[in-house]
């Protein structure tokens, strides 16, 4: 049994607060929100974010941090994507030299450019950071649905800790040295799943969303391998698996925000009806940002920002993706040789 500070209590938190008890840990969960700490004791319940979700009695739960960190094996930070910073720099002077920290949020810094664990490395350089990514949404995991998952760390020791803590008969947790790959697909996709959402709003097909899938991750695994990622990450459940569950999922809240806009809702009013964090939002920007940076052509990212920053219509987007010039599908000229002649 090892004992685990969970610091967020929203779906996620949750889900995997439930998770971690039902393998055995002692678990504490950890909210800023005030009103969010009594209705969780009171109701053992997330009402809001996660409904049907009973949280055992014996799950703690409380508003102060230092408890929820303190003698903890594990730290499993669960806030969203924009409050990473923050949270990141409210645990520094409580952490210990070593300490285990698994991010478990999906994001890209949009003013430095930096993934969530970098973030944490820098506000908290005593920690040992790591990654939980994949397709994973928190209402079939608190129900107990079988997932997968993957666990990115610098060094295999690490990984295989932590594969020990979440693996369960319904929880499977791969291992992958490549945190960098396994944050951008998770960061990324929620990008690509507004479009999605985009799409279906709009009255598109399957097979809209199936192009939108296939060359969401093209774009995605280019800049992912033009930044020094592994371009088999994005071929595994951080990347196409984590892309194809947000972009058709009814849980998904990128795509229900996509949804959303391409029935008419501004990005406003679309965030505002999903009534939870919209991470592709807050990524999208860095998205595009870091396209320019590596010089990586992404025209999906590039036309969901036209929709969310400048006011152009979902369907001039569309169009705009369908009406470019005709490109070969594969990077390198299959009709040529190893010698460069034409076949």
């Known amino acids: 049994m090892k004992k685990i500070g969970v610091i967020g209590a929203g779906s996620w938190g949750t889900a995997l607060s439930c998770l971690l008890h039902q393998n055995g840990h002692q678990v504490t969960m950890w909210s800023i929100v005030e009103e969010e700490v009594k209705m969780l004791r009171e109701k053992r319940e997330h009402e809001t974010k996660l409904p049907g979700v009973r949280i055992p009695e014996d799950i703690e739960i409380t508003g102060d941090l230092a408890l929820a960190m303190a003698e903890k094996d594990v730290l499993v930070l669960a806030v969203p994507s924009p409050f990473t910073r923050s949270t990141s720099q409210k ?33 908290i350089p ?35 800790y932590l594969q020990d803590i979440f693996m369960s008969p319904v929880f499977r947790v791969y291992t992958s040295p490549d945190v960098l790959g396994i944050e951008l697909g998770a960061a990324l996709k ?10 279906d709003g709009l009255g598109y097909g399957d ?28 071929y595994g459940l951080s990347g196409i698996g984590d892309l194809i569950v947000t972009c058709a999922s009814v849980h998904s809240r990128n795509r229900k925000a996509g949804y959303l806009m391409g029935k008419g809702y501004s990005m406003q009013e679309a965030m505002d009806e999903v009534k939870m964090v919209v991470e592709g939002v807050y990524s999208a920007k860095a998205a595009l940002a870091l396209s320019r940076k590596y010089q990586v052509e992404m025209p ?44």
């Not at 994949?134 to 690490?158: F, I, M, Q, W, Y």
């Not at 929620?190 to 799409?199: D, F, K, P, S």
């Open 207 to 234: 097979n809209t969303k199936a192009a939108l899938i296939t060359r969401g991750i093209a774009e995605i695994s280019r800049l992912g391998i033009a930044m020094g990622a592994r371009a088999e990450t994005f």
């Open 91 to 123: 645990m520094a002077p409580l952490t210990q030299k070593g300490q285990i920290i698994v991010n478990v949020a999906k994001g890209v810094e949009e003013h430095t450019l930096m993934t969530l664990s970098q973030i944490i490395e820098q506000e």
């Open 300 to 343: 999906i990212i590039v036309e969901v920002n036209q929709v969310l920053f400048e006011n152009k219509s979902p369907a001039d987007a569309v169009n705009e993706l369908m009406q470019r010039v005709g490109k070969d599908e594969l990077e390198r000229d299959p009709w040529k040789s190893q010698t460069g002649k034409d076949q």
């Open 126 to 160: 005593q920690a040992r950071v790591a990654v939980l990514s994949g397709p994973s949404h928190a209402e079939e995991v608190g129900r107990g649905l079988p997932t997968t998952c993957v666990v990115g760390a610098g060094n295999r020791d690490l990984a295989c």
């Open 190 to 199: 929620n990008v690509i799943a507004l479009a999605a959402g985009v799409a």
